[in-house]
């Protein structure tokens, strides 16, 4: 009888499911750095560093843990592993939301009152299963990125919302407003839940003083969650390797964890919405393999008959997620989208629930099967999904950035602003791992921001001495732009493009310099582009007689298609393309042929026995 009542525990039940998902995220987890920040977030959590907009000093503090935990053969792992942790934890928060849920409509439906424990607990198993294994909630588990502490936050902040609808009970809208304040500190779009939080707080009961008196309370304890800000000044202060943003000063501060620099990006035009909302529409089916959104609908509407105030509650979050998202001019959008995708998930849990109470009441077989068939439903998405969220075989960033690096010669100087497929993935490499430190990576594109030049001071003090007149200047223009003061487009330009020319112009008086291949030849002038591997040498005079070698790069198989992984490809063809020209300029019309077979190979994802991968 006592197994039986343990056997009947939702944490239990809770664990499992968590468990279960963090083995499955666990197998289909990146083994090394990915696309985009990646790269950057590890270093900044290997190093305590600071990272891009708005800062997510909580993700840069336990991720400094987890770096430096002893398993895994290096850091990347280990916060990969911490990525597919917390997911997996998000999980056990959702799992008892899922069973507060159903245990609260069961009380309404029509036959709700007779459904046993055991249809509530497997109806929330496979719902909640629906929701883990939905394809952006699982890519967050796959590979280090601040979603995966922002899901367990949205996990238990709504928990603990359910429970103080249940318990009445002040300190659980005090554990909400703390957790609100720590959520922040790891992400912004926190801000999305307040409508929904708001609400449930005033439809729970009257709006007497004592309600009030609770909100006032909550308030201090939403502060206190705030503290871990404190972090990013302080840590500024010390200049870090990462330090995005310098935000030493109370204005850089602001500016940096409001994000300043995408709010252009942010409801910027109606075109926008309509486009990214299409997007939405157009993906969310395949987003739950449709089963999920079916049961969606169908909970969604028991919720509107039956338990009006959540309905209302969880629209709420919906739509204020939905609106934000849609305007915000972005290509990754999908997980800003995570919130509208966890209120589909809990939807799902109370469709399937109803529909597990109809059936019960139909079939006669349905006590001892529906139960089983609740719980079976939750691998749909599991089928579904796999192959198109499997990292576990994906080294694309890493053999790219690699063979940038075997590309550059010692001492090399290069600008690029490739940051998703290898500029971010360098700091790791180099900053953490070690790797070829005598290279100096500069974004071209962060050129333009001026904290950037902070960092640039710190790592490579030559090249900001070398043209200090230059990026002075530079500077002094761009104060007038970052503070919102008047200033000439044309002049700002022209004092960015002389401060590039210098950099490279008094580099290559000892160095050799490179650009990748998007960087714009009007800040190169009359130099020529030599092909050397995935970037151009930069040279003058005669230097352009020089023969290129024609490399093998080492490319590791990964098939799916993606416009991150097609776009690699493509970056891979084109280094060989200009190969091939280059050669057919020199006459060395065997070597272009070569160059050009494998640029054909390479822009179809051919890593085969091509001779240009290995």
Request: charged share 15%; proline share 4%; aromatic share 16%.
């Given at each position: 009888m006592g197994g039986s009542r343990i056997l009947m525990r939702p944490t239990l039940w809770a664990g499992c499911v968590a468990l279960v998902s963090f083995i499955i995220y666990a197998l289909t987890m990146s083994p090394t750095v990915g696309f985009i920040d990646s790269g950057e977030l590890a270093t900044v959590a290997a190093t305590l560093g600071v990272a891009h907009p708005t800062g997510y000093p909580l993700f840069t503090m336990l991720g400094w843990i987890a770096a430096h935990l002893p398993f895994g053969n290096e850091e990347i792992v280990r916060l990969n592993v911490l990525a597919a942790l917390l997911t997996a934890a998000a999980v056990f928060m959702f799992f008892l939301c899922a069973h507060r849920l159903v245990s609260a409509l069961g009380q309404h439906l029509p036959g709700g009152k007779k459904a046993d424990?055991?249809?509530?607990?497997?109806?929330?198993?496979?719902?909640?299963?629906?929701?883990?294994?939905?394809?952006?909630?699982?890519?967050?588990?796959?590979?280090?990125?601040?979603?995966?502490?922002?899901?367990?936050?949205?996990?238990?902040?709504?928990?603990?919302?359910?429970?103080?609808?249940?318990?009445?009970?002040?300190?659980?809208?005090?554990?909400?407003?703390?957790?609100?304040?720590?959520?922040?500190?790891?992400?912004?779009?926190?801000?999305?839940?307040?409508?929904?939080?708001?609400?449930?707080?005033?439809?729970?009961?009257?709006?007497?003083?004592?309600?009030?008196?609770?909100?006032?309370?909550?308030?201090?304890?939403?502060?206190?969650?705030?503290?871990?800000?404190?972090?990013?000044?302080?840590?500024?202060?010390?200049?870090?390797?990462?330090?995005?943003?310098?935000?030493?000063?109370?204005?850089?501060?602001?500016?940096?964890?409001?994000?300043?620099?995408?709010?252009?990006?942010?409801?910027?035009?109606?075109?926008?919405?309509?486009?990214?909302?299409?997007?939405?529409?157009?993906?969310?089916?395949?987003?739950?393999?449709?089963?999920?959104?079916?049961?969606?609908?169908?909970?969604?509407?028991?919720?509107?008959?039956?338990?009006?105030?959540?309905?209302?509650?969880?629209?709420?979050?919906?739509?204020?997620?939905?609106?934000?998202?849609?305007?915000?001019?972005?290509?990754?959008?999908?997980?800003?989208?995570?919130?509208?995708?966890?209120?589909?998930?809990?939807?799902?849990?109370?469709?399937?629930?109803?529909?597990?109470?109809?059936?019960?009441?139909?079939?006669?077989?349905?006590?001892?099967?529906?139960?089983?068939?609740?719980?079976?439903?939750?691998?749909?998405?599991?089928?579904?999904?796999?192959?198109?969220?499997?990292?576990?075989?994906?080294?694309?960033?890493?053999?790219?950035?690699?063979?940038?690096?075997?590309?550059?010669?010692?001492?090399?100087?290069?600008?690029?602003?490739?940051?998703?497929?290898?500029?971010?993935?360098?700091?790791?490499?180099?900053?953490?791992?070690?790797?070829?430190?005598?290279?100096?990576?500069?974004?071209?594109?962060?050129?333009?921001?001026?904290?950037?030049?902070?960092?640039l001071e710190v790592r490579y003090p030559w090249l900001i001495e070398g043209s200090r007149a230059e990026v002075d200047a530079f500077l002094r223009e761009l104060n007038k732009f970052e503070h919102d003061l008047p200033y000439a487009p044309q002049v700002i330009e022209a004092r960015y493009a002389a401060m590039i020319r210098s950099f490279i112009e008094k580099s290559m008086v000892t160095r050799p310099v490179y650009v990748t291949g998007e960087v714009e030849s009007r800040y190169t002038g009359s130099l020529q582009r030599i092909p050397e591997g995935l970037a151009f040498r930069l040279t003058g005079g005669d230097g352009g007689n020089v023969p290129p070698s024609l490399p093998e790069f080492h490319i590791r198989p990964f098939a799916r298609k993606g416009r991150l992984e097609d776009m690699i490809w493509r970056l891979y063809a084109d280094a060989y393309t200009a190969m091939g020209v280059h050669f057919r300029k020199l006459g060395d019309m065997g070597k272009s042929q070569e160059a050009f077979s494998r640029a054909a190979r390479l822009s179809v994802g051919d890593t085969g026995n091509s001779g240009g991968s290995r």
């Open positions: 424990a055991w249809l509530i607990l497997s109806a929330s198993a496979g719902g909640t299963a629906m929701l883990a294994f939905s394809e952006t909630f699982w890519l967050q588990a796959v590979a280090i990125e601040v979603y995966s502490l922002h899901l367990l936050f949205l996990g238990t902040v709504l928990l603990l919302m359910l429970c103080a609808r249940d318990e009445r009970q002040p300190v659980y809208w005090y554990a909400t407003a703390f957790l609100m304040g720590l959520s922040f500190t790891n992400h912004m779009t926190t801000v999305l839940l307040l409508p929904g939080v708001f609400y449930m707080y005033f439809a729970d009961g009257p709006r007497d003083q004592a309600r009030w008196t609770v909100l006032a309370k909550s308030a201090g304890f939403f502060l206190l969650g705030l503290t871990p800000y404190m972090y990013l000044p302080l840590r500024a202060m010390h200049s870090p390797v990462m330090n995005w943003g310098n935000p030493t000063s109370l204005e850089r501060l602001f500016f940096h964890v409001s994000g300043k620099q995408y709010r252009v990006w942010i409801f910027s035009s109606p075109e926008v919405a309509v486009r990214q909302f299409s997007y939405f529409l157009s993906s969310v089916p395949a987003e739950f393999a449709v089963v999920g959104l079916i049961f969606g609908v169908i909970g969604l509407v028991a919720l509107w008959r039956f338990h009006r105030k959540t309905a209302l509650g969880s629209l709420l979050f919906f739509v204020v997620c939905l609106t934000y998202a849609v305007n915000y001019d972005i290509h990754d959008i999908d997980s800003y989208f995570l919130l509208a995708y966890v209120c589909i998930g809990l939807w799902a849990v109370c469709g399937l629930f109803a529909i597990a109470v109809w059936s019960m009441r139909s079939v006669a077989w349905g006590r001892r099967w529906i139960p089983v068939a609740a719980v079976v439903v939750g691998i749909v998405p599991v089928v579904s999904h796999y192959e198109s969220v499997d990292e576990s075989k994906n080294h694309l960033v890493e053999d790219y950035t690699r063979n940038m690096f075997a590309s550059l010669r010692p001492g090399a100087v290069v600008l690029s602003f490739q940051w998703d497929y290898w500029v971010s993935a360098s700091h790791y490499y180099q900053l953490v791992r070690g790797e070829r430190m005598d290279i100096a990576v500069i974004d071209k594109e962060l050129l333009r921001r001026s904290w950037y030049f902070r960092v």
